[in-house]
């Protein structure tokens, strides 16, 4: 039976802490790289052309819905049985808006921007009104795009 | 003088599970079927001759940019694949690409941000590895021919760079494209016509970007693939250059 000498343990547990480093650099890079390619509801439309539906049930009366259009946001508004799509991205520089539903503006908490409900501008910085979505109600569906 | 004495509890977890294969699974899976090849093909002593070679007494750290910057090629390659995945050639998609890789792809900012920064320090360690070359004198015969491709190695640095830089498609790259090609213009004679076939016409445009992409992604990486394994054999060959 061999006895561990001094030099052959500390080299055994630097060899294990570097294999420890590696599994888990490999371990964590993988998970990076997995997360990366597989496919989710942002990254599969990509940034072309694309739609978003949901049922009607989960936008109720006076309240907003946010969904990604191309991967970017977009707010649904369901106000006076009236449905509005807008772009959320402030065209001032880009913060999300925000709906607040009892004064039925659009406002950004970056600059104070305020949108009415059709997107146009109504104070603070923004320089273009929100582009605006086509919506329509297919069934209970509502379908944006 | 008292030893430490793991043999012991380590036979004892050994008899109590099947160390062995579960040692041998392991290495299966992760160490690329390692212990099976080696078992056939003695991989062990074929490797210990070309791993284990010996370097002279004098190297030190000024000695690692040529591996520093080969380093810096592999996370390009492997983070250039990866952005292969979601980038797209097309002057009206290319942008749109690239903010939708930042900004939405988990983990892309991180991909792009380490394809990015790898391409700008690889330029500084190469120039480095360079001026450690030319003040060793290592480029002297034998070892001229080795700088001659590794100069060539390092104008396709450089070309990557310059490829690489048009593919966002956004105002810089366009115009740093654009006095780019514009630069051989001023050459005699031959000028105007090399500027019109970088540009892919009268200004950069979907041509430019096509073919900077195709440089980019497919040519210049199998030149430098070429001319890297011949670097490396030289170097092997020749070994590396005595102390100043």
Known sequence: MEEITRKDFLHSTVNTLIGLWVTATAVLSSYAGLRYLWPTEKTAGGPGGNKASFPLTELPEGDMKKVLIGGKPAGIIRLNKDLYALSLICTHLGCIVSWHPEEKRLICPCHGGVYDINGAVLGGPPPRPLPSYEVRLRGDTVVVG | ?244
């Open chain 2, 1 to 244: 003088m008292k030893y430490i004495n793991l043999n012991k509890w380590l036979e004892k977890i050994e008899k109590s599970v099947n160390v062995r294969g579960v040692i041998n699974w392991f290495t299966l899976a992760t160490g690329f079927l390692y212990g099976e090849f080696d078992d056939r093909l003695d991989l062990r002593s074929a490797l210990q001759k070309v791993l284990k070679k010996p370097v002279p007494k004098h190297i030190n750290f000024w000695f690692c940019f040529g591996g520093f910057t080969f380093l810096l090629l592999v996370i390009n390659i492997f983070t250039g694949i990866l952005l292969l995945m979601y980038y797209r050639p097309t002057i009206d998609q290319a942008y749109d690409s690239i903010v939708h890789i930042t900004n939405n792809v988990p983990f892309g900012w991180l991909v792009r941000g380490f394809h990015h920064w790898a391409a700008n320090i690889m330029v500084i360690t190469v120039l480095i590895h360079m001026l450690r070359i030319y003040f060793h004198g290592a480029y002297k015969h034998p070892r001229d021919m080795n700088w001659v491709v590794g100069v060539c190695l390092f104008l396709l640095v450089l070309s990557f760079g310059f490829t690489g830089y048009l593919l966002p498609w956004n105002q810089v790259s366009f115009w740093a494209t654009t006095i780019g090609a514009e630069i051989p213009s001023t050459f005699p004679v031959a000028g105007p016509y090399i500027t019109y076939l970088l540009k892919g016409g009268d200004s950069v445009g979907q041509l430019a970007l096509t073919r900077f992409f195709a440089f980019h992604v497919v040519i210049l990486p199998w030149i430098t693939i070429g001319l890297l394994s011949l670097h490396f054999l030289m170097v092997r060959r020749l070994g590396i250059s005595g102390p100043l």
